[in-house]
C-alpha cells in the first residue's frame, strides 16, 4: 500500500517561509515524478512545482506565479519532496496537496498517481 504522508503548512505572515515535505512509503519501484499541487476557495487545482525523476533528465517545473519564491528539492533515498516556500503572499493561501506518479509491481506492473490528504496553507496579510 502507498501513502504520500505531507507535513509543514500553517499559518504565516506576508513576506515569511514555510516549508511542506512530502514522503511516499510502500513498495516503489522509481518516482517518475513528484511535486505540489494547492487549490484556494472556489478555483481549480493548479500545479506549483514538480520534479521529474533523474532518470526523466531530472528538471522542475513551477508555476510561473512562484518562480523565484518556491523551490523544490528531492531526496532520492528517501522517496521525500520538499517545497521552501519564501516571499508567501496572501494569494498563496489555499490547501497544497503532494502528488506523484510511481511505478509499482503490484498490483500490476504500471505508473500510478497518488494524492497526498492535503494540508492548508494560509498567508495573512
Known amino acids: 500500500q502507498v501513502q504520500l504522508v505531507e507535513s509543514g503548512g500553517g499559518l504565516v505572515q506576508a513576506g515569511g517561509s514555510l516549508r511542506l515535505s512530502c514522503a511516499a512509503s510502500g513498495s516503489i519501484v522509481k518516482v517518475n515524478d513528484m511535486g505540489w499541487y494547492r487549490q484556494a476557495p472556489g478555483k481549480k487545482r493548479e500545479l506549483v512545482a514538480l520534479?521529474?525523476?533523474?532518470?526523466?533528465?531530472?528538471?522542475?517545473n513551477y508555476a510561473d506565479s512562484v518562480k523565484g519564491r518556491f523551490s523544490l528539492s528531492m531526496d532520492n533515498a528517501k522517496n521525500t519532496v520538499y517545497l521552501q516556500m519564501n516571499s508567501l503572499e496572501p494569494e498563496d493561501t489555499a490547501v497544497y496537496y503532494c502528488?506523484?506518479?510511481?511505478?509499482?509491481?503490484?498490483?500490476?506492473?504500471?505508473?500510478?498517481?497518488?494524492w497526498g490528504q492535503g494540508t492548508q496553507v494560509t498567508v495573512s496579510s
Open positions: 520534479v521529474a525523476a533523474v532518470s526523466s533528465g531530472g528538471s522542475t
Open positions: 502528488y506523484a506518479r510511481l511505478t509499482l509491481l503490484v498490483p500490476t506492473p504500471a505508473v500510478y498517481q497518488y
